[in-house]
């Protein structure tokens, strides 16, 4: 049975958790404009902050919510990955 978190330790847990230092490997964030469980200010501050030890992009799929794989743009979220993948390789 799921659990609730309280805010402030959801908090702490996404943005600071303890040992996070970020990650140093090319990220590419991406996250749906709809989404009803994440605020999008909050998906970018945490790609601020993943960006700050690593080369981070980001895309916003406009019509997607949080679950962008497992949604009707699940294409549009593949495509967006192997755009990523084929742009590191050719660099």
């Not at 659990?3 to 590419?28: M, N």
């Not at 080369?55 to 497992?70: C, E, I, P, Q, R």
């Amino acid at each position: 049975m799921r659990q609730s978190i309280p805010g402030r330790e959801a908090r702490t847990l996404a943005f600071a958790p303890p040992k996070f230092v970020g990650y140093t490997t090319p990220t590419h964030y991406i996250f749906g404009k709809s989404d009803a469980w994440v605020a999008p200010r909050a998906h970018i501050a945490f790609a601020t902050k993943i960006g700050k030890h690593s080369k981070t992009t980001v895309s916003v799929l406009g019509s997607a919510g949080h679950l962008t794989l497992a949604s009707e743009n699940r294409h549009d979220v593949a495509k967006i990955i192997q755009k990523w993948i084929a742009d590191l390789t050719s660099s």
